[in-house]
């Protein structure tokens, strides 16, 4: 194990790991189960488990390591040795590389020979799927869209026509792309649907989670950047320029044509009105409703969001409004027996 981790051993060399668990559903009275690896990479978790020490083994930083009897002692960044240690037990299902006689491709589309296209899977006309990506079953790939090379497409996933995913995106189930935009003209006693003729581009390495939507843009694309993630039930309005390395947190929701910089984080239950620009770096806080342009760099948070600071004063001074208003009545009374 040490070996496969790149981390150094410390106590018994041939100690038999069945698996990871994690501590912090042990309450601190328990002892740690036996050929079971857990990990501890502060004096705070080590604090909340005093009997760490006891039976298992850890998986922690060489500042730490002392004070176990059996350790593996990661070698740089523990989180990453972390991760290695997670991908050792993941026990996805593999699937054989072809199209399973239960799925249903039309001639026309392409796929490649390494690519996988499980029963029930719907490829249409003109489709393509990249090498060694999966399609699920009862995903739907529409007419002429592209899927990149290892990308996942999980169960009743739809891809609306002529949109693009890019190479190792993971699109979780239930996820729509390409539905069209929420967009209406109104006339006296009349109701239009504006055409949605545009489509939705996703770059390489974007996750996004389990029942989001993402709308097809009016005539040209709603785009989401390289490395974004996103969590359960997100929605992105049509015409949205979503940036790189973002986090969008569940359910939260952008209005049409909303633009977020590289870098911005997105907490959950956070609702952005049409048409604004969240800054590269900024930071919206949950339960946050955000009806204006923020600016980089900058936490907000509160209905409206403000920067943060501000909203603490606000906060503050609220905490302080009952009191106010009772003094206020006092001097009110005071005043009126004065002058009567």
């Known amino acids: 194990m040490g070996r496969l981790l790149g981390a150094e051993v410390k106590g018994e060399g041939s100690y038999e790991i069945a698996g990871p668990r994690d501590i912090e559903r042990l309450s601190p009275e328990q002892a740690l189960e036996d050929h079971r690896v857990y990990f501890i990479e502060s004096k705070a978790v080590l604090k909340r488990h005093p009997l ?4 298992g083994a850890i998986l922690t930083t060489a500042e730490l390591a002392g004070e176990f009897p059996r350790a593996l002692i990661a070698a740089g960044d523990a989180r990453l040795a972390l991760i290695k240690l997670l991908s050792l037990f993941d026990a996805k299902p593999k699937h054989a590389a072809g199209v399973h006689a239960g799925a249903h491709v039309d001639k026309t589309a392409s796929i490649d020979p390494t ?13 393509k799927i990249g090498a060694r990506s999966v399609i ?10 592209v899927i990149g090379d290892d990308a996942v497409i999980r169960a009743n996933v739809v891809i609306g026509y002529d949109c693009v995913i890019g190479k190792r995106c993971l699109i979780h189930g239930g996820t729509v792309i390409g539905a069209d935009g929420f967009g209406f ?3 006296p006693g009349e109701r239009h ?6 489509n939705v581009v996703i770059s390489d390495d974007v996750e996004l989670g389990a029942s989001n939507t993402v709308d097809r843009a009016t005539i040209e694309s709603t785009t989401i950047g390289q490395f974004t993630k996103t969590d359960d039930q997100v929605h992105i309005g049509h015409n949205c320029r979503v940036g790189k390395w973002i986090y969008i947190v569940g359910n939260s929701a952008l209005g049409g044509s909303v633009t977020v910089g590289d870098g911005a984080m997105i907490s959950g239950m956070v ?8 800054a ?4 919206v806080m949950g339960f946050s409703a955000v009806a204006q342009d923020t600016e980089p760099k900058q936490a907000y948070f509160g209905v409206p969001a403000r920067p943060a600071r501000e909203m603490h004063k606000m906060n503050a001074a609220l905490a302080k409004l009952p009191e106010l208003m009772t003094r206020v009545r006092d001097l009110e009374a005071k005043l009126t027996e004065k002058t009567s």
């Not at 760490?52 to 039976?55: D, E, I, K, L």
């Not at 649907?193 to 545009?198: D, T």
Request: aromatic share 4%; hydrophobic share 45%.
């Open 185 to 187: 003209y109104d006339r």
């Open 136 to 145: 699920h079953p009862g995903a739907v790939i529409e007419e002429r869209a």
């Open 271 to 278: 609702i952005i009105k049409d048409h604004l620009f969240i």
């Open 193 to 198: 649907k504006i055409p949605h003729i545009g």
């Open 52 to 55: 760490a020490a006891r039976n």
């Open 280 to 283: 590269p770096g900024s930071i």
């Open 115 to 127: 690519a996988s296209v499980l029963p029930g899977a719907v490829v249409r006309e003109g489709a």
